[in-house]
Every structure is written in structure tokens, then in C-alpha cells.
């Protein structure tokens, strides 16, 4: 059969991919451990159940060089693929061993409960001055000590479960930060007074405590677990807080399923910036791949590309021949091409996807690419 032109390989729309909002609610998109806390970026887990259909078998080992919130690895597991997962964010890795993790859950859910409990009895014991700036300037009083009381509980649980907490911790903080309804993805500065909401068409009000959210919160996630739990297999999973340009990894990798940053539109590490001013995580932003504070001039995305073909390459050096790389990617400023030439994959496939249920800000439609290649 002759070979397919680029032009015509980015022609195609796959319908199996181009889900309508009934055909795929929210609650569908982000159903068990997907929806344990908000992630921008992220891309859908029906999308990697298809690919790793077309693509790999039980039994096989799936990377995913920006694992982000864990979505390769959550689906890889339900498969029964093993999942390695490399990211430089560190709560992006916190995120992601929470999602896959196998846990005892009457033990999680019990230690949980006694940590919300907990909390409480400890809110009196802690001092209004404690906390970093950062948090003193973006919290409440009230909701700053229950979210600092909670930190001390959760510290008393052992790994895994306290590592569960932290994600708690961190969603209720999301939730509770001194910003407006309809800015929780970029808040600017913080509010502290009335406002007018776009969102509710009324006033509101800024948010003076965090104890209603930790409590909503621990039992949601304990509920999202325990429905991940009857879909989990054994296959195991394996996160690597490291630069992806650079990680060794344990085993070789059947191929990859990821979703790489793309230039100027995130800052990843800021996004989570409460996380890691509570939970004290190490912070890796300079090694972060087209940031938004990057910007989007000549030099930031000639960066970006050679990172890019860092990224593959160091990864496809430890894949054999054939392996398939399969990269979902707005591509609006068509990066990729020069990428995969230059990181030598072959590309065998592009798929276009429509996208039309963005919420928030950030509302409208587009479309997104599924590059699918080969290692050479
Ligand atoms: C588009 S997001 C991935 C989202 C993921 N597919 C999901 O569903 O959650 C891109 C990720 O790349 C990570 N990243 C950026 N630079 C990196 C680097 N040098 N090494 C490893 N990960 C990096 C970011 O921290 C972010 O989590």
C-alpha cells in the first residue's frame, strides 16, 4: 500500500475518539481515582483505553515520560500493563502513586476518618503565625490553622495512607485558597472581600474555612478508591520523580502513551503551588519543559524542541525498534514535525480529535492531535 502524505495523514478526524458531552459526561471523565483532584492538562481516560487497545497487550510495560496526574498509569493498571511513569513535578508524582496504589481499604478508610477527627482536636494547638507567607497571605486564619491542623494529623499516619491525606490536604487547600469562584485554575491575587461571581450570578463570598472541604473530601476519595479497587489488576506501577530528558528506566518499555507540555500554557509546579508550601515538596520548576513563564518567543520554542528530542530520544534508546510512541498534542504552532524527525520516529499515524467541552476560562473549542509513531 502506498505511503500515506503528512497532509493527508493530518486530514482525519477519528470518530472513536471525538466523543460528544452525552456521549462522555464529566462524571464519566473523571470517574474513581481520575477525579481525586483537579489537574489542568490532563487528558481523558477513555482516550488511553483506546490506545492501549490499538496498541498494547496485557502483560506489556506502557511509559508515559509526563505522567502528570497518573492517567497512562490509573488505565495501564486496569489493563493489566505494567505503568512507569516519570515526572519533575513532585506533587504530580505524590498524585499519581495516591491513584495506583494498592491499598487495604478498610484500613484506609477507617485511618482517614480518625485523621479528619483528629484534626479537630488539634486545631486549638496550632498558632495563628505558623505557615510559610505564602500561605499566611492566600488563607483565611480560620481555614489556615484547620488545614495546618490537618497537616499534624495526617503526619501521624504511615505511607500509603498518609501520602492519601496529603491529597486531601491539598484538594481542600485548592478549594479553600482566598480567590473567587470562578478562578480556582489562575487565581492572580488573593480576595478578600465580596465580589461579584460569574460564575453563581451573585455575590459570594471568600472562603474562611478549609474543615467542610477536608471533610467532603476524605470521604469522596475514600469512595474513589475503594470503585478503583474492583477494576484493579495486579500489574504494577512505578512513578520516577526525575527529568524525563534524563531517567534511566528500570525495565525497557514496551512503548509510550503520553501527553507532553506544550509551550507557554502551564506552569505546572505553580498550579499546585499550595501543595507544595504545605507538604514542604521538593521543588523542580526550572527543569519543567515549556513554561508558561517561558513564554513563546523564538528562543523559548527552539528550547522546547530540543528538549522534546531529548525526551524521545533518551527514551526511545531504551525501547527496541517498532516499540509505538503515541504523543496527544495541540500542536497549534506544528512543533512536531521537526521533533520526531529529528528524535527519529517514524510517524506512522495522525489523528485528529475534536474537543468540545473545555470548562472554566479556558472554555471553547478545538482540536487535538494523536501522533502516532514508531521507534526506528
Ligand atoms: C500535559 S501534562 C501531562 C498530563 C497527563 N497526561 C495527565 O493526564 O495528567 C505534562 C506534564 O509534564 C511534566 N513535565 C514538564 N517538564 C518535565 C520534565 N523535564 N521531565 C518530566 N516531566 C516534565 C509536567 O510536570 C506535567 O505534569
Redesign the pocket.
Known amino acids: 500500500m502506498a505511503r500515506r502524505t503528512q497532509a493527508a495523514l493530518y486530514s482525519e478526524i477519528d470518530l472513536e475518539l471525538s466523543w460528544s458531552e452525552d456521549q462522555l459526561p464529566q462524571v464519566e471523565r473523571t470517574k474513581h481515582v481520575h477525579g481525586l483532584h483537579p489537574?489542568l492538562?490532563?487528558?481523558i481516560p477513555q482516550l488511553v483505553e483506546v490506545f492501549l487497545r490499538r496498541y498494547f497487550n496485557p502483560g506489556d510495560c506502557v511509559y508515559?515520560?509526563?505522567?502528570?496526574?497518573?492517567?497512562?498509569l490509573v488505565e495501564a493498571n486496569a489493563f493489566g500493563a505494567t505503568g512507569i511513569g516519570?515526572?519533575?513535578?513532585a506533587f504530580?508524582c505524590l498524585l499519581t502513586r495516591v491513584k495506583t496504589a494498592d491499598y487495604s481499604l478498610g484500613a484506609l478508610e477507617m485511618a482517614l476518618r480518625v485523621a479528619y477527627e483528629e484534626s479537630r482536636h488539634l486545631q486549638g494547638k496550632v498558632g495563628d503565625s505558623l505557615g510559610t507567607d505564602w500561605l499566611q497571605r492566600w488563607y483565611a486564619p480560620m481555614a489556615l490553622r484547620e488545614l495546618l491542623a490537618y497537616r499534624a494529623a495526617a503526619g501521624q499516619l504511615d505511607d500509603p495512607i498518609r501520602e492519601v491525606a496529603h491529597v486531601i490536604l491539598s484538594r481542600s487547600a485548592r478549594s479553600a485558597r482566598l480567590t473567587t469562584h470562578f478562578d480556582l485554575d489562575f487565581p492572580r491575587q488573593p480576595v478578600t472581600d465580596a465580589y461579584y461571581c460569574h460564575k453563581h450570578k451573585r455575590t459570594c463570598a471568600p472562603v474562611e474555612e478549609a474543615s467542610k472541604f477536608l471533610r467532603r473530601y476524605t470521604s469522596d476519595t475514600s469512595e474513589r478508591i475503594r470503585a478503583f479497587a474492583s477494576l484493579r489488576t495486579r500489574a504494577e506501577s512505578l512513578v520516577l520523580h526525575?527529568?524525563?530528558?534524563a531517567v534511566r528506566l528500570p525495565t525497557r518499555p514496551s512503548g509510550i502513551i503520553?501527553?507532553?507540555?506544550y509551550p507557554g500554557l502551564i506552569d505546572?509546579h505553580e498550579q499546585h503551588r499550595y501543595a507544595y508550601e504545605l507538604l514542604g515538596l521538593v521543588d523542580r520548576r526550572l527543569?519543567?519543559?515549556g513554561p508558561a513563564s517561558g513564554g513563546t518567543g523564538r528562543s523559548a520554542l527552539a528550547a522546547y524542541q530540543d528538549?522534546m528530542v531529548g525526551v524521545l530520544l533518551n527514551a526511545s534508546e531504551q525501547m527496541d525498534s517498532g516499540a509505538p510512541v503515541v504523543v496527544v498534542v495541540n500542536d497549534s504552532r506544528s512543533l512536531y514535525p521537526a521533533i520526531l524527525d529529528r528524535a527519529g520516529l517514524r510517524l506512522e499515524d495522525v489523528v485528529t480529535r475534536h474537543v468540545n467541552r473545555r470548562t472554566c476560562r479556558r472554555a471553547g473549542e478545538f482540536y487535538e492531535s494523536v501522533l502516532v509513531c514508531r521507534v526506528a
Open positions: 489537574y492538562g490532563k487528558f508515559d515520560p509526563f505522567v502528570g496526574s497518573g492517567t497512562t516519570c515526572d519533575v513535578s504530580n526525575e527529568d524525563s530528558r503520553t501527553s507532553p507540555p505546572y527543569e519543567e519543559i528538549s
